[in-house]
């Protein structure tokens, strides 16, 4: 053994020895306990960032902890390499975007093996590979003969920046969650698959998630926005038309004194389309649909609308309303049309108020008499109904039950639920995609590219040009024949939306090589669901819902026998510098590669993980890591200084011939065994990480002891190898081998604890008041002096003499005696 801590040869080494050995391969082992660890796949943008090495070392030291436990552990990394930044690097330097992507995946997977991540590499993927893709293709034609994948000529969110339309769950505050470019709103025939369709099985599946951070689960549960109401027709005045509203809030009817329209809505465009159209409301509608979407539907932007002219009919009334437009009113939600009940939501109120239109109470709280004469504010609470006709008297949920039986019985409305959900708009009018497998025909309009004839090949490309769909402008992939009628048609230029390609890769590390299918039946059945799945929280109503959308098809294509593809998710918290996030913008980038260099893989590793809870902000520091590659140094010399003394199979001397020093060494380590075990099932590597430093500590004091024991000592550093192994393998490694064991310690067994040992020892105390035994009391072996005399002075027996007295001296001898003196 060397005396110095060569981290750079070690970890070298033993990076080798476990890529020629295939270490960290492993198949379907049938009886073993399987375990499932994933990690978000990484976007190829050349480097390793820490919030990714944040995120692998985490899982890695669960991973390896896990198959320490002798679990079948499938540990898989791979890449989410479709995507913008290639095509964007192609438009700006000109390099072909597959070169520029599989160069960085070549860059990045050498980062993860310096860090010593034990994945299995056979199992990689990269989505851009038509290996990968082609099964993107495949499950959108299933998909499409189901009617899952449809397209729809409409409005969709476009961001000029990244010239392409973007799907609903990416546009974050009204900005593009890629480049923050204000999203605009543009007419489009896209397609789209029906997540919607899964609402209420999406919703309902989160009560099920236990093992999900509760607040990934309320973001779903938001964002779905399950809405139980109902859908009402008012009879228009002098037409067949009528307009259905939906509402919430049904029991309040009787109280909408108006109708309001969203500006989008198909009657306004027909009434603005005939002659004498008021001016005043071609403008308003004019300005409200070029209003930024994010303005419009902040609840703090002043509320502008105008009168149409035209009134409806109340059904259950038959009062006359009046019939509005304004920009609160949105096109995508519900009808796109509302009653207005000004006296019991605040946002009617507010219009009401401002247009002078009238505010009628029907709702008073339970018990309250008489009627407010004129609110101040809404009164959103459900309650008591007045002035209902013959509903007046019930309660809210009575009279929403009895109106929506009774619109239900003469046909001018249904009790219905509506989801905030939108169907997942998936076209990208951009180059670095999946092709999505579809071809216009003249005659038979879209029909699907035949199974047999997939991949549909993404053609090379060299530069990439700004401003319209790339693969317009390529006349050999555009041009094609009609599968279905031979005739000449053109292909689809559209590529999908990458989140495609990551809402099952999980299921393709399972059977990853696989060129007859997506994967068999049998590796998904041996290893999902997924049981630990950990990423950024940023992806809680993306990614995630994709995943769960895409896995419940699966399920209705009979592919999987599964309703919930991830167990237990961890969302890590974010690397910061100087109080903002490690960004290359902010120039407050910590390279890992230069921390690897100056202090190791194992120093980074045992840093990242032991300076913050892991769902918590890990702020960035230097000294951390040296202090950490200091811990290693201590580990690797006290090891040396002994190691000639050791051999693995010593018998241990028997317990009761141990010194006061080694049974507490000895009750440490078990005790430090049993806190990183329940750390590590926590999923708490931070203070795993520093019971070790403490252990290390009491094994330091013991050894540096004269007369400290070899075969005390072989026992201690075994089991602590073992237990760092997960959060720092290099140095363990050599230190396993150093102290004689022929296999790896990756493959070594998890330590087991012994109770009886990690318990602490009592001491008996005896207690003495001026001078006189009075009491005796129990204390753990490792009590302070202040600790005695707490324990002295809390003793009731104790408590009885110095009642009423002034205690004037306390003197403790350690570990045996507290000596009370009072007086009076
Ligand atoms: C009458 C009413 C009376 C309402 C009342 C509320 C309170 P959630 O819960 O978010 O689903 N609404 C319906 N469609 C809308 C649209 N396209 N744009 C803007 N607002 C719309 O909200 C449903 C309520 O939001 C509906 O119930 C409707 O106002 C409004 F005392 O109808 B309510
Ligand atoms: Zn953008």
């Known amino acids: ?33 399987k375990h499932y660890v994933l990690e978000m796949l990484p976007y190829p943008s050349g480097a390793l960032h820490m919030g990714h090495i944040r995120n692998y070392s985490l899982g890695d030291s669960v991973a390896r902890y896990q198959r320490m436990r002798g679990r079948n552990v499938l540990h898989p990394l791979g890449w989410d390499a479709f995507g913008l930044p290639a095509e964007n690097a192609a438009i700006q330097h000109g390099v072909p975007p597959e070169k520029w992507t599989l160069e960085n995946i070549s860059k ?6 310096r860090m010593g991540f034990s994945y299995d590499w056979a199992r990689e993927i990269a989505t851009c590979l038509p290996e990968y893709y082609r099964w993107n293709q495949w499950f959108f034609i299933q998909m499409h003969r189901r009617g899952l994948a449809y397209s729809k000529k409409g409005p969709v969110n476009w961001c000029e920046r990244c010239q392409t339309v973007l799907a609903n769950e990416q546009v974050v505050n009204g900005l593009c969650w890629r480049c923050d470019t204000p999203v605009m709103q543009k007419d489009l025939a896209q397609w789209y ?27 779903q549960r938001n964002w779905i926005g399950k809405s139980v109401g109902a859908k009402v027709r008012f009879p228009l005045e002098e037409s067949d038309a ?19 329209l969203a500006p989008e809505h198909p009657l306004i465009a027909d009434w603005l389309g005939q002659a004498g159209a008021p001016e005043e409301l071609t403008l308003m509608v004019e300005q409200a649909r070029s209003q930024d979407r994010r303005i419009r539907t902040d609840e703090a932007t002043e509320k502008v609308g105008a009168f149409t002219g035209r009134f409806a009919q109340n059904p259950f009334s038959g009062e006359r309303v009046p019939v509005w437009t304004a920009n609160f009113v949105l096109m995508e939600y519900g ?3 509302i009653m207005a009940v000004p006296a019991h939501d605040h946002r009617d109120f507010e219009f009401s108020h401002k247009y002078q239109l009238p505010v009628r109470t029907v709702i008073v709280s339970n018990g309250e008499q ?6 101040t504010e809404a009164m959103t609470e459900p309650g008591v109904l007045v002035d209902s006709g013959l509903y007046s008297g019930m309660t809210s949920q009575q009279a929403q039950q009895a109106m929506g039986e009774l619109a239900e019985r003469e046909g001018f409305g249904a009790r219905t639920v509506t989801y905030r959900l939108r169907d997942w708009g998936i076209s990208r009018q951009r180059y670095w995609g999946t092709p999505i497998p579809i071809i216009h025909c003249p005659q038979c309009g879209a029909v699907p590219v035949p199974e047999e004839e997939l991949p549909v090949l993404l053609p090379k490309m060299e530069g990439v040009q700004m401003g319209g769909s790339p693969l317009q402008k390529v006349p050999e992939f555009v041009q094609a024949d009609c599968p279905r009628c031979g005739a000449p048609a053109r292909r689809e230029t559209d590529t999908m939306d990458t989140f495609v390609d990551s809402s099952w890769y999980f299921f393709r590390y399972a059977d990853p090589r696989n060129d007859s299918r997506p994967y068999g039946p049998e590796p998904v059945k041996y290893w999902m669901p997924v049981d630990l ?22 399920r209705d294509l009979e592919l999987v026998d599964l309703e919930e593809p991830v167990k237990r998710l961890f969302t890590q918290g974010m690397v910061i510098k100087d109080g903002a996030k490690m960004s290359k913008s902010l120039g407050n980038v910590v390279s890992p590669d230069e921390i690897v260099r100056e202090f190791g893989a194992d120093s980074l590793r045992l840093f990242i993980q032991f300076c913050a809870p892991p769902d918590g902000e890990l702020e960035w520091n230097d000294k951390g890591v040296e202090g950490c590659s200091r811990f290693l140094k201590r580990l690797w010399r006290v090891v040396f200084q002994f190691h000639q003394g050791l051999r693995p199979a010593q018998d241990f001397p028997h317990f009761d011939q141990l010194s006061d020093a080694e049974r507490k060494v000895l009750r440490k380590l078990h005790q430090t065994i049993q806190k990183v075990t329940a750390d590590l099932e926590r999923f708490h590597q931070n203070t795993a990480v520093a019971a070790l430093m403490e252990l290390l500590n ?24 073992r237990l760092l192994a997960p959060f720092t393998p290099h140095i363990c490694e050599e230190l396993w081998r150093e102290l004689g064991h022929e296999g790896s310690v990756v493959n070594a067994a998890w330590p087991a604890y012994d109770p009886q040992l990690a318990r602490e020892e009592e001491i008996e105390i005896v207690v003495q008041i001026n001078g006189r035994v009075r009491a005796r009391v129990g204390a753990p072996a490792e009590v302070t002096l202040e600790g005695m005399k707490e324990l002295a002075l809390a003793d009731p027996r104790v408590q009885d003499f110095v009642q009423g007295k002034d205690v004037r001296k306390v003197i403790a001898v350690p570990g045996k005696l507290v000596n009370i003196v009072i007086s009076g």
């Open 1 to 33: 053994m060397k005396e110095r801590y060569d981290f750079q040869a070690i970890e070298r080494k033993w990076q080798q020895d476990w890529e020629r050995n295939e270490i960290y391969g492993v198949s379907e082992v049938p009886g073993a306990r």
């Open 242 to 260: 009528g307009i259905e509203v939906f509402t919430t809030r049904l029991d309040t009817i009787f109280g909408a004194t108006f109708l309001v």
């Open 193 to 219: 698959l029906a997540i919607t369709r899964y609402a209420e099985e999406l919703l309902q599946g989160l009560d099920g998630l236990t093992q999900w951070p509760e607040k990934v689960r309320t973001m």
């Open 335 to 337: 009808t796109g049309a």
């Open 370 to 375: 008489g009627l407010p004469d004129r609110p």
């Open 533 to 554: 799945y950990i990423g950024g929280v940023e992806h809680a109503v993306l990614h995630l819902i994709y995943m769960r959308f895409f896995s419940k098809v699966m």
């Open 108 to 113: 990045m997977k050498d980062q993860c093996k």
């Open 698 to 721: 009491a094994v330091t004091e013991y050894a540096d002891q004269d007369g400290a024991r070899p075969e005390v000592l072989s026992q201690m550093f075994d089991p602590m190898v």
